[in-house]
T-cell receptor
Framework: EAGVAQSPRYKIIEKRQSVAFWCNPI?????LYWYQQILGQGPKLLIQ????????DSQLPKDRFSAERLKGVDSTLKIQPAKLEDSAVYLC?????????FGPGTRLTVT | GDSVTQMEGPVTLSEEAFLTINCTYT??????LFWYVQYPGEGLQLLLK?????DKGSNKGFEATYRKETTSFHLEKGSVQVSDSAVYFC????????????FGTGTSLTVIP
């Protein structure tokens, strides 16, 4: 079974630039999550999708972050404009029931 | 709200030493409890889980028992190897959290030969 795919794996941008991350969950997994993991911390949930609907986006900084999951399969997370404090690993996870499967993450560096 | 508290690291052990990483939780209802492991440069991988009180999760020599009376889920391994060097995260999830996961801050383990 293929795992959760994410791209790119690494991205370096300057502050105020835009960036987008892509996630393809495990086939058949209805729930998809985006997390932000700052160095030395645990993952923090940004947004949770159930199929193509948003379940929880209470911790998503909506002034600069946006996410969509058109067709209820793959998803994109966008940051516009980026700030220095956005430097982190962005993890995508999917689940069928209660066990989450994580992708390898995208490491974002904002300079 | 629901939360997880892990012992802080980093932890450095010699090969074949005994490992304990403490984890306690605060939750309404009866969450499922998890340990995830993150190797350098990789995403999180599920190590083990327990879904109800007194359950013991185990995998690759690691064990953790769901203790409702002490709200704990401590990770243990009798003899660590160099390959166990990684960051370990305790997490909880449940219907009361909308199936959201709450992670601890992680404990970095380094095993030296």
């Amino acid at each position: 079974e293929a795992g959760v795919a994410q791209s790119p794996r690494y991205k370096i941008i300057e502050k105020r630039q835009s960036v987008a991350f892509w996630c393809n969950p495990i086939s058949g997994h209805a729930t998809l999550y985006w997390y932000q993991q700052i160095l030395g911390q645990g993952p923090k949930l940004l947004i949770q999708f159930q199929n193509n609907g948003v379940v929880d986006d209470s911790q998503l900084p909506k002034d600069r972050f946006s996410a969509e999951r058109l067709k209820g399969v793959d998803s994109t997370l966008k940051i516009q404009p980026a700030k220095l404090e956005d430097s982190a690993v962005y993890l995508c996870a999917s689940t069928l029931s209660y066990e989450q499967y994580f992708g390898p993450g995208t490491r974002l560096t904002v300079t | 709200g629901d939360s997880v508290t892990q012992m802080e690291g980093p932890v450095t052990l010699s090969e074949e030493a005994f490992l304990t990483i403490n984890c306690t939780y605060t939750a309404t209802g009866y969450p499922s409890l998890f340990w995830y492991v993150q190797y350098p440069g990789e995403g999180l991988q599920l190590l083990l889980k327990a879904t109800k009180a007194d359950d013991k999760g185990s995998n690759k020599g690691f064990e953790a028992t769901y203790r409702k009376e002490t709200t704990s889920f401590h990770l243990e391994k009798g003899s660590v190897q160099v390959s166990d060097s990684a960051v370990y995260f305790c997490a909880l999830s449940g219907m009361n959290t909308g199936n959201q996961f709450y992670f601890g801050t992680g404990t970095s383990l380094t095993v030296i030969p």
